[in-house]
Structure formats: structure tokens, C-alpha cells
């Protein structure tokens, strides 16, 4: 059974006539006729008597009625419920972003863009390496990618033809670790000598961990570490140090609390932290008219490369 056959017997009960209901319908009467009998055919019962100028409808017909306008009432409203939600996705703007960004920067940057942009994170990219967002760019898998990015040079080859980013902020990453009990670090970077320390790691093809190691080899001093866990999240480092493992680069607004309670501390100097931008990433191929306008209003002039 069709719909349109359901529209064409409210159409017949509407009019009592073939012709001007045919009409309405914008068929010709015989196709019309054709699909209220298989209407009728489909169930099992006489709707309309034939006998009455005008036509009337049986009792089964009458009760099929009262059918037929609570469906096609029902599909109409979901029809619109359905266009409504087509209309607000499609205004919707997919943003992936690595988790301590979700979680420490994303909230208080959304809060400040007034009004409030309508960012959807898409979760899926938590686990992604900095290629990954570079990729889901270019199909369109996502509208915008929030990253992290060196302040030098990259020392990652990565193909951002067709990129374009806003730098939003600033962070740093903090080497830390537990205290001991004077207070001072389990792990210090500063008297690691000979001894190699315990490092919780990003995962060794992660922009994070080359712009660490990048950094390290700027300073003109590589301490040996012995690496025991390789993570793509900092929340994963993030617990590991706190469980006393070893010592860990994180992003400054994710440890600031735990330092300012004693409950991390420092294992090393400034020299040893690692600064960082917060960029905004897009594809230039990418015409979402919600990201066109949030871009916008972000860019003081035009947009920086990648």
C-alpha cells in the first residue's frame, strides 16, 4: 500500500466524485479508479458505494477514513520534524579536536564567541595523529580542526595543500610528576645524569612527541629516558603520571590545578616546557556557509597558512 493512495481516498471522501478527485490528485480518472480499487482490494473491504449521487462511503469506508487522516497526518508532521532536523544539522559545524583540547579549551572559547558558534565535537577524531585531522579535512569528514601546533618549524611532513589556519591561543607543555615526600620531583630532568628516566610518551608519529623531541634537541641536551607508555591522549599520560610511573609533557590548563595543589610538580625549568599554538584548521573547499561566517568573525584579516 501507498501513501498516495491513502491522499487519494481522503481526496474521493473530500469530493464524493471521481472525476474532481482525480483531478485534485493530478491524474486521469481510469488511474484514479484503478487505485482506490486496489485500495479496497489491499483491504479486503467495499469503501465507497457506488450506488449514491454523490458517492458516499460505507461504514468501512468511514472508519478507513479516520485511518487515512491520522497517517498522512502523522507522516506530514514527521516530514517537517525530519526537514527541521535536515536543516539543523546541515547548519551544525563538525569540529574534531584532540581530547585535553575538548575538555580545557573548547568550553571557555565557545562560551566567549557571543553568539555561540554551533559546534558539534565529533568525538571519532580523540584518537587521531595530526595526519588524520589533515585528511578528514579534505573529504569533508569534518568542518574544522582544532590542534595543537609548534611555534617553529613543524617537524612533521605533512601535506596541508588547501589548508588555511587561525592561531586562537597559546599553551605550553609542562614536564611533570609526582612530588616526593620533601615536595620535589620523583623524576627531575634537571639531575637525570646517567640514570634514564621513566617517560610516558606520545606516540612516537604524533606531532606532539616530535615537537618534544624537536625542542629537547634545540636545548643541546637529550636526556635518556626509558619510554614505558605511548599514548595519543594526554588524559592517558596524564593518569599515568599521576599514578606515579614516570614523568610526562602536558598541556599547561590540564596540569595548572594539580600544580597549584601539590599534587604534580614541575621536573624540570622552563626551558624544558615546550610551547605550542592552538590553531584552527579548514579546508578551503569545504563550503559550509556556518563555517564561512564563523570564519568571518575570527579573522582579524585573512587567514594564516598552515
Known amino acids: 500500500m501507498e501513501l498516495r493512495w491513502l491522499e487519494d481516498f481522503i481526496a474521493l471522501a473530500r469530493t464524493r466524485h471521481f472525476s474532481r478527485a482525480a483531478e485534485d490528485q493530478n491524474v486521469t480518472q ?13 483491504m479486503g473491504a467495499t469503501l465507497i458505494n457506488r450506488q449514491t449521487l454523490p458517492l458516499s462511503l460505507t461504514p468501512a469506508g468511514e472508519e478507513f477514513l479516520a485511518l487515512c487522516q491520522d497517517v ?16 539543523a544539522n546541515a547548519n551544525r559545524i563538525r569540529l574534531a579536536a584532540p581530547q585535553s583540547l575538548l575538555a580545557n579549551f573548547l568550553p571557555d572559547w565557545l562560551r566567549e564567541l557571543d553568539p555561540a558558534p554551533p559546534v558539534t565535537p565529533y568525538l571519532r577524531a580523540t584518537g587521531w595523529l595530526m595526519d588524520d585531522y589533515v585528511q578528514a579535512l579534505g573529504r569533508n569528514e569534518c568542518d574544522l580542526a582544532l590542534c595543537y601546533w ?5 617537524p612533521l611532513a605533512l601535506d596541508t595543500e588547501g589548508l588555511e589556519s587561525l592561531c586562537l591561543d597559546e599553551e605550553r607543555l609542562i614536564p611533570v610528576c609526582l612530588p616526593d615526600a620533601d615536595g620535589r620531583p620523583r623524576f627531575s630532568l634537571e639531575d637525570a645524569g646517567r640514570r634514564p628516566l621513566p617517560l610516558i610518551a606520545y606516540h612516537p608519529r604524533g606531532l606532539i612527541d616530535q615537537t618534544i623531541r624537536a625542542h629537547l ?31 610526562g609533557w602536558l598541556p599547561r590548563r590540564s596540569v595548572q590545578a594539580a600544580l597549584d595543589a601539590g599534587e604534580l610538580v614541575r621536573a624540570g625549568g622552563r626551558r624544558w616546557e615546550v610551547p605550542l ?10 563550503p559550509h556557509p556556518a563555517v564561512e561566517a564563523l570564519w568571518a568573525r575570527l579573522a582579524p584579516a585573512e587567514s594564516v597558512g598552515p
Open 30 to 42: 481510469p488511474t484514479f479508479s484503478r487505485r482506490i480499487k486496489l485500495l479496497e482490494e489491499e
Open 72 to 87: 498522512t497526518r502523522r507522516v506530514a508532521t514527521t516530514r517537517e520534524r525530519l526537514g527541521q532536523l535536515a536543516e
Open 150 to 154: 609548534p611555534v617553529g618549524p613543524c
Open 217 to 247: 634537541a634545540r636545548l643541546g641536551e637529550l636526556p635518556t629516558f626509558s619510554v614505558l607508555n605511548e599514548s595519543v591522549q594526554s588524559g592517558n599520560i596524564r593518569e599515568l603520571v599521576g599514578l606515579g610511573y614516570g614523568l
Open 277 to 286: 599554538e592552538i590553531r584552527l584548521y579548514r579546508h578551503r573547499g569545504n
